[in-house]
């Protein structure tokens, strides 16, 4: 099976949404947290749960925290974790900072 590998600013995303959550209640961060451990644990087990959407990435919608979802995809060499971005954005601004960070990964 392949690795997964984050892309840069995955984590910062994490931050950002875990600080979301955050400004209502430390209880609510970490059922967030929880949720989001338990989204990962499923797509490591089996990153082909979510189909993959018309631009190449698949979208994990965290369970009890719809406003957040999980962007991943297959690369040759790894399963690259895109971002934990927020779905009340506007879907090209998603796009367009998944896209760069694939191409930024592709170049290490």
Not at 21 to 44: D, E, G, K, T
Not at 80 to 103: C, F, H, K, M, N
């Amino acid at each position: 099976m392949k690795e997964f590998r984050e892309a840069e600013g995955y984590a910062a995303d994490l931050q950002v949404a875990y600080d979301y959550y955050r400004s209502y209640s430390p209880m609510a961060a970490a059922r967030f947290l929880a949720s989001y451990a338990r989204a990962i644990r499923v797509i490591q087990h089996n990153p082909q749960a979510c189909r993959t959407r018309r631009h190449g990435w698949r979208q994990m919608i965290i369970p009890g925290h719809p406003g957040f979802s999980i962007f991943y995809r297959e690369l040759p060499i790894c399963w690259l974790l895109g971002g934990v971005l927020s779905t009340v954005r506007d879907p090209d601004a998603i796009q367009a900072r998944l896209l760069i960070r694939e191409i930024a990964d592709e170049e290490t």
